[in-house]
């Protein structure tokens, strides 16, 4: 058995009978007596154990002699990851960005599909994943000393009128303020109690930068070292409906966080990252090499977990969620046993709930 998501035939045994549809693509479970194998979700009546198989890839269970089982059809999973990962990579490079209907030509799916896929997998649909990107290359251009001409058109804008259109720049302030390190930008924040201590919700004009837990003191300390150019002004009112949402959040009662608009920076790999924890629903775990897969670099699963730590927006960037093989809680930006409060209150099914560091 070549190594999967989870590191042990048991805990591969455990996803197959709680139908962990996280772990589809991951690995791959075969029956001797009917020479089927399926997706660890199958709804098929579930077979005992000792004539159950485990491969890592659909290949490798049909090279030994098994077929794919026509009710859950799991040669499709690894068929959709590659679409997905190919549109990224396409996302990624092209300028200007390829509409749907020339991705889903590309990779071999129809629109439709290709955008409820994409979108299953990190989150964002390809046109969102698309904006941001064109926003990335923006940003590293005008760090790097570019002017605002030069860099709107290396990052793939097609005019100056895109580069300034409400709906569709993501840089959140002016460029010529950012390439001066956001300076003239002014940021609105508050230290509220919730139910898992005191909370700092900061946000510019154009949505979320900052959500963290921690000391009230120390949590505006770091928010002044962080964003030592710009204006800093308390203000609780202006930032009531982000409040009222991570309330609710926190409640179990509050609507999806994905809606709320944000405002952060990171590096090209910290926001795809980010893109994909944001599509992992309440109540699911991934683990930080399923992350990787997900982001169409499997070895980079010690950098996946460097950019869940360096994570500015908790709960908005469910960062709580990634959890080490096996299921064990690994360290948390804001405390380990806030990731534990936050999994227990979503119902997570986790069955080890130790700290690993």
Known sequence: MNDTGLSTDEARWQAVQRRDAAQDGQFYYAVTTTGVYCRPSCPSRRPQRGNVRFFSDPAAAQAAGFRACLRCKPGEVANVQRAVAQA?????????????????????LSPFHLQRVFKAALGVSPKGYALARRSQRLKAELRGGSSVTTALYDAGHASPRTLYDPATDQLGMSPGSYRRGGAGQTIRYTVAESSLGPMLVAATERGLCAVRFGDGAALVSELEAEYPRATLEADAAALQSYLSALHAELAGRGPALQTLPSDVAGTEFQRRVWAVLRGIPSGETRSYAQVAELIGQPGAVRAVARACASNPLALVVPCHR??????ALSGYRWGVERKRALLEREGSALRTMSPVD
């Open 322 to 327: 990634v959890v080490r093989k096996g299921g």
């Open 88 to 108: 990224q990579e396409l996302l990624d490079t092209a300028k200007p960005a390829p509409t749907l209907a020339q991705l889903g030509a590309a990779v071999g």
